[in-house]
């Protein structure tokens, strides 16, 4: 199990000519498969301005400490596999720049409310199988032949859906929501943002099915308007708004049942 | 499958984590203020339907200092509960287009609040009237 010690920098580090570089303190809540309960472990580190969270990490782990784990790919926030607690905020950790934690120290967590797999990892399973639940693909309304062309849609359409399309999957909505870390059975804002996305599509025809998901014990009345998934989206898509037009939805569809002609 | 060895951290004390559930919370225990001013209504109500006397001792009673006191912060209290559920509205609502473009979400908490300050203001513009 990692100790909580701080370790020198190891050279590497492009300081300007003639001035030490600047050094900050990266405070990481690390955990070990059947090492016992999370602890956190420091270094302090050379840095630039130009440096991400991510590439503070990516320091330690070539210079300092190979064993330290976190999930990365794109650098560019589009990939959503960086997404962690920045300071004690669910932030993508390739588009946090450590210029705005200076001084420091920063403090990084894995994304709360999931159970943690090592160190900054998560275990995202239960997110993945939410997202199947929603079927998150277009059911067409009626089966079309390739020789019947391309689908349009009016610009009016594409804007009743396209902010909600935007979601890259990073689960920080899930580390903000309260409500998800009280009962993970919460479909949670992710997941019913892009429910909303493919329900609102024009070309779409499975929305009945999916609003028995949005009905259920674990559908959009678990949400409390937090708002706080809204806050910490990196891609503006509004999750809360998405579960809160939901409850409207669902109080509509249930007031239907009594119109005549309805089931 | 291997078995998974994670760790799931606890809940406890949450909401004292960000201030942002701070202030969630706090809109929320406004709502706790509005039960008791609704009470107080319905309780002059009750004075009202038991006769004149009973009703002057219950306007008495809102007059007393601590009645006072208790109103100035019910006042603070119903101002912010206003404001910050004015400012959770735009996302509980479908999106409002108005001449082809998005209403943004500060328009919508802007014209909220106004309605109520314009609704407050009538309202005390009545009393004022009758009294």
């Known amino acids: 199990m990692p100790d909580t010690s701080t370790h020198g920098a190891a050279s590497g580090a492009s300081p300007a000519p003639g001035a030490a570089p600047e050094r900050i303190e990266i405070q990481v809540l690390r955990y070990a498969p059947g090492g016992g309960a999370p602890a956190t472990q420091s270094w302090t580190i050379p840095w630039t301005r130009d440096m991400s969270v991510l590439q503070a990490l990516q320091y330690i782990k070539d210079h300092l400490d190979g064993s330290l784990t976190f999930r990365w790919s794109c650098r560019m926030a589009i990939c959503g596999s960086c997404g962690m607690m920045v300071n004690g905020v669910p932030r993508l950790g390739c588009e946090t720049f450590l210029r705005d934690l200076a001084p420091g120290p920063v403090r990084l967590e894995a994304l709360a409310h999931f159970p943690i797999e090592r160190d900054l990892v998560v275990d995202a399973e239960d997110f993945i199988g939410k997202l199947a639940k929603i079927k998150p693909y277009i059911v067409p309304k009626e089966p079309r032949g390739l020789d019947e062309g391309t689908y349009f849609q009016t610009p009016e359409e594409l804007a009743r859906y396209e902010s909600f399309s935007h979601c890259i999957n990073c689960m920080l909505c899930y580390a903000a929501c309260p409500q998800y870390g009280l009962d993970p059975k919460f479909l949670g804002p992710g997941a019913t943002a892009l429910l909303h996305r493919y329900n609102c599509d024009s070309r779409d025809g499975a929305r009945e099915e999916r609003m028995d998901l949005v009905h259920s014990e674990e559908g959009v009345w678990s949400c409390t308007a937090v708002g706080y998934c809204s806050e910490v989206c990196p891609k503006a898509v509004d999750p809360a708004s998405a579960v809160n037009q939901n409850k409207t939805a669902s109080a509509l569809d249930w007031f239907a049942r009594f119109l005549p002609g309805r089931k | ?131």
Request: aromatic residues 14%.
């Open chain 2, 1 to 131: 499958m291997a078995i998974r060895r994670t760790y799931l951290r606890p809940m406890d004390g949450w909401w004292r984590r960000d201030p942002f559930f701070l202030r969630y919370m706090a809109r929320e225990a406004t709502s706790v203020f509005v039960v008791a001013y609704a009470l107080i209504l319905l309780w002059g109500l009750v004075r009202l339907a038991e006769g004149e006397a009973r009703f002057d001792a219950w306007l008495a009673w809102l007059a007393s200092p601590l009645s006072v006191a208790f109103h100035v912060l019910l006042l603070a209290v119903f101002a912010y509960h206003t404001w910050s559920w004015f400012a959770i509205m735009p996302k509980t609502m479908p999106p409002v287009v108005v001449g082809g473009r998005r209403l943004p979400a500060r328009a919508i908490t802007a014209a909220g609040v106004a309605v109520a300050v314009a609704a407050s203001a009538a309202l005390f513009a009545l009393a004022t009237v009758l009294a």
